[in-house]
Every structure is written in structure tokens, then in C-alpha cells.
């Protein structure tokens, strides 16, 4: 990177990219001459770990990647120690997916699917089928939830994020997600698997907000006026030919490291990075935390729940098991 653009602050470190590759992190950025701001998530041992506490079938492991990559992207951005959660419940054969993010840093996840409706070959879409996507914020006790809901209609979740952020946040936004497996020859033998994710979120932020209204959806565009005619911002233009031009492999290369692909993509217009947020997987289930969910059912279904003169409950997110007697799960 040369320190020739006039468009840099002046007192910002300019410095090559470096070439360490950061897996489990989300990786803030701006492209300041083109008034853009983005993230991009690198996931590899946190998204193995993940999975690995499912036996999912590979497209819904892969699916469920994608989710979390998204929500990685999305939820990242939250100020506060908030939660992000992002649901899809839809028709397909994976019919539910949670991923739940607790800023700043843990994540959790789960999918639900129908084992004989996984016919090879269905890809995102089809595996979700109709319905929707869900994505709650909450920012503790004292602040409220807000919800931003939009249709999952045949699409995949990268249309349902350009949808959600035309529609309730106006802010042109590409998203790009990507989910692989990688095999590497292991030291005793056989080859290892594991997944790994990425994802870049770009947004076209100017000052001037009158710069934006050209990405309205057609039903906003006044009377008489085509949507096709209202011209796009040249440097949202450009910025969305370059984020089209990020292949999924580049999203996941274990060996290429996010900062050399920012410069890779942005290098002609000077790119500015942050501080890299790391990301891990861990649960927030407790003993506590299911005993006091028991309580709150109601007598009989606790009743209901006691097999072999004991009461088992199974986190969905992280698999762990917990058991109780019939005592301590409040049955009489
Ligand atoms: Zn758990």
C-alpha cells in the first residue's frame, strides 16, 4: 500500500497487509474514497467446533455455516453486550436454524432437518425451501427488542440479507457467504476434515444521505418516475463490481489471510482495517439455567418428562445432557 492517497486521514498507520491468516475473527473495514464500510469473517476451528457437536448431514452442516457466517457479519456490529439471533423457519428440509450470537464474542448454533427429504444435490434454496428469516436484537433488560423479519421465498439467505437491508435499514448492502470442507492429509494416516467459513458484508454509507435513494425498492420511487432511471452512485457501483468479483474460495483459503484479500479487492482505492474481533464457540446453558426452564413448565409436563424414574434434558445447542431427579425437576 502506498501512502499516496490524499483520501486517508493523515495521521492513519499505513502498512503492507499482512500475510498471517486470522481464522475466528470478524475484521472491520473501510474503503473511505468510496464512502464504503464492510466486515469480513474468516471461521475455521470455532465453525468446526460448532458443527461438530451435530452429526448433520453435510449440506446442512454447510447451510447452517452459512447462517452462522451471517450472523457473524451482522452481529458483530452490536455495541453493547447484546444478543443477536438469527432464525430461519421455513418448509424445505432443513425446516429450523438458530444461530445465536452474545456480543462480543460466543456463538451457538443448531439446525433441525428431515433426514428423508435430504436428496442429493439440493442446494441452499431448495434445502431451505419457503418461509422466513427472523433476527432479533436485544441489548439487555432495559433496552427493548427489535425484530427485523423478512421472507425466505426461493431464495438463499444472501438474497434474504439484501431484502432485509433495503427494507427495514435502507442502507445498500452485498453480502457474500461461503461454507467449504477442507481435507488435508493427517500425520497418522487418513485425512482430516474440517469446515471452514467466510463471509464479507459491504455497505455503502456516504455522508450526503441524498446519495442513497437511488437504492429504494421500485414501490418507493415517486409517481411517474422508472426505478431503472434513477442513476447509482458511482461508488456504490464500483464497490459492488468488486465485492462480485470475491470468489468463495478466497472466503475460505486457509492460507490467505484477510488482509491481503481486503488489498487484494481495494488496494486501487486505499483500504483502511481495524481491530480484528475474535469470535469462539460456546454455549450459555447451565444446571441452573435448565433446572429454572423446568420449573417454569407446568406441573403436569414436568410429570410427562420422567423416564426411568429420572428427568433428562439435552441442550440443542451444544449437546451437553443434564439430569435430574424426579425431586429436583419439581415433580411431586
Ligand atoms: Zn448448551
Known amino acids: 500500500m502506498t501512502p499516496s492517497n490524499p483520501n486517508l486521514q493523515p495521521d492513519a498507520p499505513i502498512r503492507a497487509p499482512s500475510s498471517v491468516p486470522v481464522d475466528d475473527a470478524v475484521l472491520p473495514f473501510e474503503v473511505a474514497p468510496l464512502d464504503l464500510r464492510g466486515r469480513l469473517t474468516r471461521l475455521g476451528p470455532a465453525l468446526d467446533e460448532l458443527l461438530a457437536k451435530h452429526d448433520y448431514p453435510a449440506p446442512v452442516a454447510k447451510l447452517l455455516g452459512e447462517a452462522i457466517v451471517l450472523t457473524t457479519l451482522l452481529g458483530s456490529s452490536l455495541k453493547f453486550d447484546g444478543r443477536f439471533i438469527l432464525q430461519t423457519q421455513t418448509d424445505g428440509p432443513v425446516s429450523l436454524m438458530i444461530v445465536d450470537f452474545r456480543a462480543p464474542d460466543k456463538m451457538r448454533a443448531y439446525a433441525r432437518f428431515d433426514a428423508e427429504r435430504l436428496v442429493p444435490g439440493l442446494g441452499t434454496a431448495a434445502l431451505l425451501g419457503k418461509g422466513h428469516l427472523a433476527m432479533t436484537v436485544d441489548q439487555g433488560p432495559d433496552m427493548s427488542r427489535y425484530q427485523g423479519l423478512v421472507a425466505l421465498d426461493g431464495g438463499t439467505l444472501e438474497d434474504a440479507a439484501h431484502e432485509y437491508f433495503l427494507r427495514s435499514e435502507q442502507i445498500p448492502t452485498k453480502v457474500r457467504l461461503a461454507v467449504g470442507e477442507e481435507w488435508r ?148
Open 185 to 332: 492429509s493427517g500425520e497418522e494416516g487418513g485425512p482430516t476434515h474440517r469446515w471452514r467459513a467466510g463471509g464479507m458484508l459491504l455497505q455503502f454509507l456516504p455522508k450526503a444521505p441524498e446519495r442513497v435513494q437511488r437504492d429504494l425498492h421500485a414501490g418507493d420511487v415517486p409517481d411517474g418516475v422508472s426505478a431503472d432511471a434513477v442513476p447509482e452512485d458511482d461508488a456504490w457501483v464500483e464497490g459492488q463490481s468488486l465485492i462480485g468479483t470475491v470468489e468463495d474460495v478466497e472466503l475460505i483459503d486457509p492460507d490467505l489471510s484477510g488482509e491481503r484479500l481486503l488489498y487484494r479487492l481495494f488496494h486501487e482505492r486505499g483500504v483502511r482495517v481495524f481491530a480484528p474481533s475474535p469470535l469462539r464457540a460456546e454455549c450459555s446453558c447451565s444446571r441452573d439455567a435448565v433446572s429454572g426452564m423446568l420449573k417454569s413448565f407446568e406441573p403436569q409436563d414436568r410429570a410427562d418428562m420422567v423416564k426411568d424414574d429420572k428427568v433428562v434434558v439435552t441442550c440443542e445447542f451444544c449437546s451437553s445432557v443434564y439430569e435430574f431427579t424426579p425431586q429436583e425437576a419439581g415433580v411431586e
